[in-house]
Nanobody, 121 residues
Framework: QLQLVESGGGLVQPGGSLRLSCSAS????????MSWFRQAPGKEREGVAI????????IYAESVEGRFTISRDNAENTVYLQMNSLKPEDTAIYYC??????????????WGQGTQVTVSS
């Protein structure tokens, strides 16, 4: 079983930056990508960024393209989400997930507990 633990959330002013971390432990062989999703109050969970393990390719939601960067440290079994030029609309709980890839949350079998990101002045 794979366990995921997020960290790095917090309160930041508009235009600021945060780096989220997702540390993976345990073992599983049924996932090929890791992603960050987010869920704002009253809204559905949405995918933000994906990193595919097969070829290292990355995909971003249009709303964060050019501002967020997903990366992976294989030695540390950690996936990061560098978030720059943050906007109030980025405020949400951010979740790390591992699965087969894509934007559909049901395609991910493993989830972290989430970390709160609040962008406000």
């Amino acid at each position: 079983q794979l366990q995921l633990v997020e960290s790095g959330g917090g309160l930041v002013q508009p235009g600021g930056s945060l780096r989220l971390s997702c540390s993976a432990s345990g073992f599983a062989s049924d996932y090929y990508a890791m992603s960050w999703f987010r869920q704002a109050p009253g809204k559905e969970r949405e995918g933000v960024a994906i990193i595919n393990f097969t070829d290292g390719s990355t995909i971003y939601a249009e709303s964060v393209e050019g501002r967020f960067t997903i990366s992976r440290d294989n030695a540390e079994n950690t996936v990061y989400l560098q978030m720059n030029s943050l906007k109030p609309e980025d405020t949400a709980i951010y979740y790390c997930a591992a699965g087969i890839g894509g934007w559909v949350a049901d395609w991910y079998h493993y989830w972290g507990q989430g970390t709160q990101v609040t962008v406000s002045s």
